[in-house]
Every structure is written in structure tokens, then in C-alpha cells.
């Protein structure tokens, strides 16, 4: 069963709007990392947080950890049109097999 | 500073043929993990390797497909008798021996006819 569940399964927002997207898993884990995949493309890493941090920041990504709730959000704030793409959050029961939900996908309009 | 390779870009199989997929790893890495994305799905583990060792292929189906990463040369993932269900995008991911974040290559996208 997948490990990580993102939530919404679209997003559409407008230039300049934060996008907020969540995720949940089922069992503990080391760390929650969040990827971005454009469109017919590989995966790009974003951000690793782990389990002993509860928050996160890179540029114009902020991410939150809440291993109590096994629940993780990704906010990219001042979304630019380069931001559409598939987000994805991975998680790592042991230290090398990562668990993907099924992404978030987004959509910046101009 | 090149990162995870991988090669084909795009793979066309007939049903019953075998597909063959080669990824290099970044330079230093000695870990390497092959998952497939299945459309409209997330990423699915399939194998681990180290150098010249399988170290974990619980996400192989047990039958036609196979890994390996030796010495020297890339790693290969191999699907003998390919059949429509096996069309997916596969992607290679490498990390250093310390672990940690897997940078992923860009995938091959096989299509089996």
C-alpha cells in the first residue's frame, strides 16, 4: 500500500497565490522528502525534513512535519507559472526505500 | 557535474521482446535504486543495488524482470517477454555511500506494442 498520501489531487491557483499541499503516511519514518516532477519528466528533489524537525524552509518552500498526526505540508508561496507541475512526497520507513503517493498536481495561470 | 543518466529516453517494444535500461549514477555514488510510474500514479520501489549486489528487490516482480550493477558500466534493469503492462516510465536514482537523498534521473519511458 502506498505509504504517502498527498492531498489535493489538483490545485489551480493564480500567479502570485501560495499553494498548499499536504500529505499523510501510515508508519514511522526517518525522513519526508518532497519532489517536483514536470510534465513527462524526472523527479527533482526539493526538500528533506526529518523526523525530529518540524519545519523547514528553502527559498520559497516551506515544509512542515507533524510525526504525531504522520502528516506533512509543502507551501510554495508567490507561485510562479515555472511552478506548474506534479508534487510528490516520498517517505522512508527504513533508510533507503522511499513510498510515493499518487502528487499533487498544480497549475499556475498567468 | 553530471547527474543520474539514464538511456533510452523512450523505448518501443513489441510484445514478447525484451527491453534493456541503463542508468549511470552520479559520479561517486555507489548506491542505485530503479522504481516505476505506472500513469496517473506515484513511484513504485522496485530494486536497491550496490556495486556488483542486489541488496534488496522485494518491488521486482518475480518473474522476467532482473537488475544488476556491476563494476564497471552502468546499472541495467532487464524485462524479458515484455507485455502491455509493463509500459510505465522507469526511473533510476542513485546516492552517495552515506545515503541519503536520492537524485533521480529522467527516465525512460518504455511502450510496449
Known amino acids: 500500500s502506498q505509504q504517502g498520501e498527498e492531498d489535493p489531487q489538483a490545485l489551480s491557483i493564480q500567479e502570485g497565490e501560495n499553494a498548499t499541499m499536504n500529505c499523510s503516511y501510515k508508519?514511522?519514518?526517518?525522513?519526508l522528502q518532497w519532489y517536483r516532477q514536470n510534465s513527462g519528466r524526472g523527479l527533482v528533489h526539493l526538500i528533506l525534513?526529518?523526523?525530529?524537525?518540524r519545519e523547514k524552509h528553502s527559498g520559497r518552500l516551506r515544509v512542515t512535519l507533524d510525526t504525531s498526526k504522520k502528516s506533512s505540508s509543502l507551501l510554495i508561496t508567490a507561485s510562479r507559472a515555472a511552478d506548474t507541475a506534479s508534487y510528490f512526497c516520498?517517505?522512508?520507513?527504513?533508510?533507503?526505500?522511499?513510498?510515493f503517493g499518487a502528487g499533487t498536481t498544480v497549475t499556475v495561470r498567468a | 557535474n553530471a547527474g543520474v543518466m539514464q538511456n533510452p529516453r523512450h523505448l518501443v517494444r513489441r510484445r514478447g521482446q525484451e527491453a534493456r535500461l541503463r542508468c549511470s549514477p552520479v559520479?561517486?555514488?555507489?548506491?542505485v535504486y530503479w522504481y516505476r510510474q505506472l500513469p496517473e500514479e506515484g513511484l513504485k520501489f522496485m530494486v536497491y543495488?550496490?556495486?556488483?549486489?542486489?541488496?534488496?528487490e522485494s518491488g521486482m516482480p518475480k518473474e522476467r524482470f532482473s537488475a544488476e550493477f556491476p563494476k564497471e558500466g552502468p546499472s541495467i534493469l532487464r524485462i524479458q517477454q515484455v507485455v502491455r503492462g509493463d509500459s510505465a516510465a522507469y526511473f533510476c536514482?542513485?546516492?552517495?555511500?552515506?545515503?541519503?537523498?536520492?537524485?533521480f534521473g529522467p527516465g525512460t519511458r518504455l511502450l510496449v506494442l
Open positions: 559520479k561517486g555514488h555507489s548506491h
Open positions: 516520498a517517505t522512508d520507513a527504513n533508510d533507503y526505500k522511499l513510498s
Open positions: 508508519t514511522s519514518i526517518n525522513n
Open positions: 543495488l550496490q556495486k556488483e549486489n542486489i541488496i534488496d
Open positions: 525534513i526529518r523526523s525530529n524537525e
Open positions: 536514482a542513485s546516492s552517495p555511500p552515506s545515503k541519503g537523498t536520492q537524485y
